[in-house]
């Protein structure tokens, strides 16, 4: 399996940015799939997660109504559509992946996945 996400870049505040997490070797039908951010000096955060089987979502409070999460199951390709962005969004973002197993909102919490991806950074700054 592997995950590639792409579609970072630096933006000023308010700005909007659409991550892609191209999967390979993954079935999206039987996975958990989501986005997780690293910020400097803070702790992992799940920040928007979709079940693959029955497309049920969970977004962290930090990001509701901003960031949305969408599947394309004819290209194995989750996106993460960002707007209104803010200076503490900024941080690297990883996509990751897991057998379902559990809820998504459970999986998105905990960020135990099996499957991550090499991250792309996002910066908000004036």
């Known amino acids: 399996v592997q995950l590639q996400a792409s579609g970072g870049g630096l933006v000023q505040p308010g700005s909007s940015l659409r991550l892609s997490c191209a999967a390979s070797?993954?079935?999206?039908?039987?996975?958990?799939i989501g986005w997780f951010r690293r910020a400097p000096g803070k702790e992992r955060e799940g920040v928007s997660c979709i079940g693959g089987s029955d497309g049920k979502t969970y977004e962290a409070d930090s990001v509701q109504g901003r960031f949305t999460i969408a599947m394309e199951r004819g290209n194995n390709t989750v996106f993460l559509t960002m707007s209104n962005l803010k200076p503490e969004d900024t941080a690297v973002y990883f996509c990751?992946?897991?057998?379902?197993?559990?809820?998504?909102?459970?999986?998105?919490?905990?960020?135990?996945?099996?499957?991550w991806g090499q991250g792309t950074q996002v910066t908000v700054s004036s």
């Open positions: 070797g993954l079935n999206l039908d039987t996975s958990l």
């Open positions: 990751a992946a897991k057998t379902i197993d559990t809820w998504v909102g459970v999986f998105c919490r905990l960020a135990e996945a099996t499957y």
